[in-house]
């Protein structure tokens, strides 16, 4: 769980990051070094003289360079969806909790110290991730964690040798697992400032390349396209509908909510997400936002005055497995799909079949 002081500064910089003000100029040198050494790194596996491994079948990145929450979770569970329509068996693979690649400091280390391990629909989040078993709860794919991506993928496909194209959900920074196809996500915010880390949210530069690229948000404007560069397709996220917590599967519509007392609570990277979808279904809720991969061991819900606490599905796989919050009748799960135009996964499958495997 991240310490207030952790959070207050994820805020500050957050803030910063879009726009060019005084704290993120005096940040600018070291952005600088950052682009440096990244790109060193990149031109190092490039060129072969760091180590980057082929697996046995296609494998597809979905990333961003934009730090923190864009939406790659639902875009993997629509992607994997997709692919087994046209004929695929996917699995996924994912870093799971802790350390870098833009994962949450806050959160257990315990999946990215160990050997890879598969994900089920029982497993516990705190060891395994939230997103991860998120997806593997709602994809129905193998998954498997792993901090060393291209050994998680080898381990996938010996215990599913009927997986014939692999997800790695984040990771577009992880050269170490060579990828055939590339997918570059944005949400709303595009690329900030523009500026890499510390003085912006970037990991790398826009004009990296890239297969595909998508937004995550309501509409593409001129500013947004030119932004994100490339020809981008447009990603929506519905849910129209909320499930109790405690009985899963018993749907009402986000509208019949309006009118009781409303709290609306997430940990994921980009919150205001969550909040505009709710407040464009017509309710009015009061905001918690807290820290992305949040524990919630902390019981933050304990003196809230609500008749309803509206959670994310992200949110929601963690409270679930915690004693005083997997029956508390408060606790309302807002599931959300992604919607994206079908040209886009007629053209990420004929890339598939187009990929030559090791």
């Not at 500026?195 to 509409?219: C, H, K, M, Q, Y």
């Not at 909320?242 to 899963?248: Q, V």
């Not at 309006?258 to 017509?282: E, H, K, M, Y």
Request: net charge positive.
């Amino acid at each position: 769980m991240a310490s207030p002081s952790s959070s207050s500064l994820e805020t500050t910089l957050q803030r910063a990051w879009q726009r060019r003000g005084a704290l993120a100029c005096a940040l600018w040198p070291l952005s600088l070094l950052f682009r440096a050494l990244s790109g060193l790194r990149a031109l190092l596996y490039r060129f072969g003289l760091l180590r980057s491994t082929r697996l046995p079948v296609p494998v597809i990145v979905v990333g961003n360079i934009f730090i923190g929450g864009t939406g790659k979770t639902p875009l993997t569970i629509w992607l994997a969806d997709a692919l087994r329509g046209a004929g695929f068996t996917p699995g996924i693979i994912s870093r799971g909790h802790g350390g870098a690649d833009g994962a949450s400091p806050s959160a257990s280390h315990s999946a990215s110290r160990s050997a890879p391990r598969a994900v089920t629909s029982d497993s516990s989040a705190r060891e395994v991730g939230d997103e991860p078993l998120l997806i593997a709860r709602r994809s129905g794919c193998p998954v498997v964690v792993g901090r060393d991506r291209s050994a998680a993928g080898r381990a996938l496909l010996a215990a599913h040798p009927e997986v014939d194209v692999i997800l790695t959900d984040d990771g577009l920074q992880h050269y170490a697992l060579r990828r055939d196809i590339e997918i570059m996500l944005f949400d709303g915010r595009g690329t900030g400032n523009g500026w890499l880390l510390p003085a912006g949210p970037l990991r790398e530069a826009p004009s990296r390349r890239r297969d595909f690229t998508i937004v995550n948000a309501p509409e593409l404007t001129p500013a947004l396209r030119q932004a994100v560069g490339g020809v981008p397709f447009r990603m929506q996220l519905a849910g129209g509908f909320a499930e109790p917590l405690a009985r899963p599967g018993e749907r009402v519509p986000l509208a019949s909510l309006a009118g009781r007392r409303l709290v609306a609570a997430c940990g994921i990277g980009n919150p205001q997400r969550f909040f505009a979808l709710l407040r464009g279904a017509g309710l009015e809720v009061l905001e918690l936002a807290l820290p992305d991969h949040h524990d919630f061991l902390d019981q933050p819900f304990a003196a809230l005055e609500a008749d309803c606490i509206l959670i994310t599905e992200k949110d929601a796989v963690k409270c679930a497995q915690i004693e005083n919050l997997k029956n508390d009748p408060r606790l309302w799960v807002v599931p959300v799909t992604a919607q994206l135009d079908a040209a886009l996964a007629e053209q990420i499958v004929e890339k598939c079949r187009g990929c030559s495997t090791a």
